[in-house]
């Protein structure tokens, strides 16, 4: 019997670390358990972060090894290697998915019943490998996917508009990584579409604007990748959004990354589409409504995909 209350994260670099700060803070798990290869690493986070515990809420973090997964009930994945300045997602296929059969094979003998959100890159790919590798339904495999670009998309109209992000309701949907693309014939802040909203805020270039939002939104981990080393706070909220709606059951609608099964005629590829995610992972997939041009960058970015995923023998 899976214990609600406790989570494994695998890999404890920048985004496992950032992440068990997140959840430490969010109250969410009595239990979190680190797991990295590197056992001193994992033993340094869980010390370090420990030390917060006295400022926050009761909970027992400590590094462990994949015994400690047998009853958790979310496992999160972040081990493997990041991009270094200029590579893209995509070029870290093979180097993740060798450290994938390694880590999926020993969650999954262990547990059967965990939830998996993957976080390593390609994220889309990976949540594949790990939906192959586990045996595990497809509920209950997801990956971060576009909920970041998402939020990123969010963050600069808010800005740009003067509104709180909050306020805005768009989403990035496909792969997470280049081909992404953004809804805007959805798009709309607080139900005002997208266009109207702009124009009553003085904007009125609207197809100028939307190729510097998706240019800006896709080109954000470079930037920071470039500046920084490696991009961590922004995803460790995005990870923590998408397991509240998991452990809360909310059935929050987020575009996480699931095997799609159909859906825009796409088969047999995990890539975000908003998503309706609760206790049982992704309850189920929204096909909304797209414009022809967005329905034929959806379907390009799938190619894209699939290239990759063919490639693979899993
Ligand atoms: P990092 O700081 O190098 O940490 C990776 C960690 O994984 C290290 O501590 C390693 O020791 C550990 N590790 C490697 N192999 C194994 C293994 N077999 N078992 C257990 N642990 C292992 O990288 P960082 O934390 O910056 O990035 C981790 C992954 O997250 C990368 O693939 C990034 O590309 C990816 N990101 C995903 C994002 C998303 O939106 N989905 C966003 C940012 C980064």
Redesign the pocket.
């Known amino acids: 019997m899976n214990n609600i209350q406790k989570a494994a994260v ?7 670390s950032s992440i068990a700060f997140t959840l430490m803070q969010s109250g969410i798990f009595s239990e979190l358990v680190l ?4 056992r001193d ?1 994992a033993e340094g986070e869980a010390m370090d972060l420990s030390h917060g515990l006295p400022f926050t809420h009761p909970m027992d973090i400590r590094a462990g090894d994949y015994d400690d997964v047998a009853d958790c009930a979310l496992v999160i994945v ?6 270094k300045p200029g590579e893209t ?1 995509l070029d ?1 296929v093979h180097k ?1 998915v060798a ?1 994938f059969r ?2 999926i094979p020993e969650i999954a003998r262990r547990n059967r019943d965990a939830i998996l959100l993957i ?3 390609p ?1 889309d790919v990976l949540t594949w490998a790990a939906w192959k590798l586990s045996g595990y339904p497809a509920n209950r495999v997801l ?2 996917g576009t909920v ?1 670009d998402t939020a990123r998309l969010k963050y600069l109209l808010g800005e740009r508009l003067g509104v709180d992000s909050r306020s805005v309701h768009a989403f990035i949907i496909g792969e ?1 990584g280049d081909s992404e693309l953004a809804v805007w014939s959805g798009a709309n802040v607080s139900g005002i579409s997208l266009d109207h909203f702009c124009e009553l805020r003085g904007y009125y270039e609207h197809d100028k604007a939307d190729e510097w939002l998706q240019r800006e939104v896709r080109d954000s ?1 470079y930037e920071i990748i470039r500046r920084k080393g ?3 706070y922004g ?1 460790a909220m ?1 990870v923590e959004r998408i397991v509240r709606a998991i452990v809360r059951d909310e059935h929050s609608v987020l575009p996480v990354s699931n095997l799609l099964q159909g859906q825009y005629g796409i088969d047999g590829l995990c890539m975000s589409i908003p998503a309706v995610v609760g206790r049982n992972g992704v309850e189920d997939t929204l096909e909304i409504p797209l414009s022809p041009a967005e329905r034929e960058a959806l379907r390009d970015s799938a190619a894209t995909l699939r290239g990759v995923v063919d490639s693979l023998e899993l």
């Open positions: 695998i890999g404890c670099g920048f985004v496992g797991i990295d290869a590197n690493k972040t081990a493997g290697a990041g991009q997602r870290l993740n450290i390694s880590i976080v390593s890159n994220v990956g971060s970041l997470h981990a490696a991009t961590y995803v995005a």
